[in-house]
């Protein structure tokens, strides 16, 4: 329950500033869109036209598990909330004063975004026979991510609570 609380709070702290519901809402169609047409991308590449590009997401769609397309949906949804929490951090970090690494900077962004491409990325890399071995065709893997992004939703919802008192020079 206090979790929920948290996310809450957190929600309404981020989300009052309108920028990071753009932001939310790009990274998410972005993810989505990377998602559905990743299997496709030789194509895509060598003859690319927006008029080919949302015909194999519209083809996509269509052939596309319901469960499969829901936990990809929700995937990315979840990844758009912790990216421009992860995004309200490091503005606040700046901010403050508090330095900052380029290695730091990079792993913050790309770390919480990570489980909602692995499952797109799984059959570019010759891994999608391996879905077949597993008990729900890879399904549990789109679980893992939800758990995963659910986990560091909270941990940045705490860090995003956290209130610290400035020191007095």
């Known amino acids: 329950m206090r979790y929920a609380i948290a996310i809450h709070q957190a929600l309404k702290e981020v989300y009052s500033s309108k920028g990071y519901f753009f932001l939310s809402g790009s990274v998410t169609l972005f993810l989505f869109l ?3 047409t990743i299997n496709n991308y030789r194509l895509l590449f060598s003859e690319f ?3 080919l590009f949302f015909s194999l997401v519209r083809g996509s769609l269509q052939s596309i598990a319901a469960t499969s397309l829901v936990l ?13 929490f992860t995004v309200f951090l490091l503005k606040r970090q700046i901010s403050s004063g508090v330095p900052l690494s380029a290695s730091s900077l990079l792993v913050s962004l790309a770390a919480p975004a990570c489980p909602s491409c692995a499952i797109g990325l799984l059959s570019v890399l010759g891994l999608g026979g391996f879905l077949a071995f597993l008990p729900f065709k890879g399904l549990e893997l789109g679980v893992l991510g939800i758990l995963v992004l ?3 939703l909270t941990s940045l919802s705490k860090k995003i609570m956290t209130t610290v008192c400035s020191l007095k020079k």
């Open 150 to 152: 659910f986990f560091f």
């Open 72 to 84: 990809l949906t929700v995937l990315s949804f979840l990844a758009g909330i912790v990216v421009s």
């Open 49 to 51: 036209s927006f008029r």
């Open 34 to 36: 990377f998602n559905v």
